[in-house]
């Protein structure tokens, strides 16, 4: 083969790869533009708007807004930190000098060939 049909090849490859890239980016790209009118759709349906969060009780006294219950979720948490703050996660690391190790010898490393 001739270097002229080499090039043309390398080419005819690159132009095949790079038409693959882009044309996968702008399928993405109408891919992605769907989803969102998808999800306005969704969201524009009567009786999907989101309301105020309130919980009930299942007696039905009162109702738990957002107010008490990031209340007790602090409440909780604040529990739960005072039992980490009561651990101890001091660690020490003691240096051991070893004149000799054979895990750092350099003598191991060397290998010697016999030749027969």
């Known amino acids: 083969m001739d270097k002229l049909s080499i090039l043309g090849q390398g080419a005819s490859i690159a132009i095949l790869g790079i038409s693959v890239v882009f044309l996968s980016l702008v399928i993405l790209f109408f891919g992605m533009k769907l ?28 109702p ?11 409440a909780i948490h604040k529990s739960r930190e005072e039992f ?14 070893r004149p000799y190790s054979p895990w750092s010898s350099k003598i191991h490393g060397i290998r010697r060939f016999v030749r027969n």
Do not use: Y
């Open 35 to 62: 989803f969102i009118r998808l999800l306005q759709i969704s969201k524009s349906k009567p009786g999907a708007e989101q309301q105020g969060i309130v919980i009930t009780q299942k007696t039905g006294k009162e």
């Open 84 to 97: 980490h703050n009561l651990e101890q996660t001091i660690i020490t690391l003691n240096r051991i000098t």
């Open 64 to 74: 738990i807004t957002g107010e008490i219950a990031a209340a007790i979720s602090m």
